[in-house]
């Protein structure tokens, strides 16, 4: 039996069925069911303001810029992002008949402008596909990636502000640990250092620019396609998971410890057992049960959800779940959210392998001009 969609699903499902000119005015309501959040139940023609995508956009930063400020996000105890809005709302409009207007035609722009990697990523995790730690994650990852530029810079001998796009290339690769198990395909790092010739045409790069917004919030090719594949690949790592379980499982409904184990060693080469182990064993907790369905299971994974273990690895756990550069990203906040104001931030192990390859690159580039002289 299938999974009940979820209802922002089903209503997203139903703005594709119709050109954009049939929502031009006008907006279709969930409903009243109970499974609707409540920013949402309504029955009827709700008002479509038409929401730009500076306005979209912009509304989806202030969200955030509030949401990170919330103490129960850091100590994992907020409510769903959904409830959070309707909050927001409330507070900000007061007449419900404005919230409601507000919340869809937010909604709709969020639908129409999903090209945008801030507006699909948002759209997700209303629709339950992903968590909302995912935004978190991704923006560590662009912290992480604007350290490199600024190391490869200094590394140079003198920061100048321009790198050559060659360098730029071996480091990436070495970043994103490229066609090694859990890095990324070289498909994809393809289609990012060609999002960077997009941008930046020539042999060398401006990286202070790499991330930068217009006034529409919209960054580069580069920019957004880093983003865009964490997602994807996010997904794709957790579906992957999912199905190994089920493997391990014998396709039952539920799992034990020793099948998580097995099923994190399946779509981790480098992984031990022991090591295994230990993270299935977070991910079980304290329940005294043998078994767990495989959702919950999932779901304490995609979450980060673990118990502390033996001496303390499971505040790492969660990192150790996820391939190689996606871990590297999730692993600097505490329990996979906002992360910590004033943290101190340990080696980023991705920026360090990347500067030790171009090192490589460097010196072999110099014994190579020696042997030709």
């Known amino acids: 039996m299938s999974e009940k969609k979820h209802p922002i699903q089903d209503f997203v499902e139903v703005l594709a069925a119709q050109p954009e000119e049939a929502w031009a005015t006008h907006l279709i309501g969930m409903g009243q069911s109970n499974d609707v959040p409540r920013l949402f139940r309504v029955t009827g023609k709700v008002r479509n303001k038409n929401m730009s995508k500076r306005e979209t956009e912009k509304l989806v930063k202030e969200v955030w810029a509030l949401r990170v400020q919330d103490p129960a996000v850091r100590v994992g105890k907020a409510p769903e992002l ?10 900000r409009m007061g007449i419900m008949t404005a919230v409601t ?20 990523l ?11 730690d995912v935004y978190f994650a991704q923006l560590q990852l662009q912290d992480s990636l604007k350290e490199l530029l600024e190391s490869l810079d200094r590394a140079q001998g003198a920061a100048t502000g321009t790198l050559k796009k060659e360098d730029l290339r071996v480091a990436l690769h070495a970043y994103f640990r490229v066609g090694l198990p859990g890095g ?6 393809d289609e990012l250092m ?4 997009e941008d930046q045409p020539g042999p060398s790069v401006q990286w202070a620019t790499i991330f930068e917004e217009d006034r529409e919030f919209n960054q580069g090719e580069f920019a957004e396609s880093v ?10 790592y957790f579906n992957a998971l999912e199905e190994a379980l089920y493997e391990e499982a014998g396709h039952a409904e539920e799992c034990s410890v020793a099948h998580i184990a097995r099923a994190l060693m399946a779509m981790d080469s480098e992984l031990s057992y022991r090591a295994a182990s230990l993270l299935a064993a977070g991910v079980w907790g304290d329940s005294a049960s043998e078994l767990m369905s495989v959702k919950l299971a999932m779901k304490r994974i995609s979450r980060g959800t673990v118990k502390k273990g033996q001496k303390n690895r499971a ?16 692993s600097k906040g505490k329990s996979g959210l906002a992360p910590q104001k004033g943290a101190r931030r340990g080696v ?8 030790e390859a171009i090192r490589q690159s460097w010196l072999k580039g110099l014994s190579g001009n020696t042997n030709a002289g």
């Open 82 to 91: 959904v409830e959070f809005l309707f909050t927001m709302f409330q507070k």
């Open 227 to 236: 983003r865009d594949q964490f997602l994807c690949e996010r997904i794709e």
């Open 348 to 355: 980023d192990e991705n920026v360090a392998r990347a500067l």
């Open 315 to 330: 505040s790492s756990a969660r990192a150790s779940v996820l391939p190689g550069r996606l871990a590297g990203a999730a």
């Open 122 to 132: 948002f759209l997700k995790i209303l629709m339950g596909e992903v968590k909302e």
């Open 184 to 189: 990324k395909t070289l498909q994809r790092f």
């Open 194 to 197: 060609q999002a960077l010739d």
């Open 101 to 120: 207007e507000i919340a869809y035609s937010f909604l709709y722009g969020l639908w129409k402008y999903q090209w945008d990697a801030d507006c699909e």
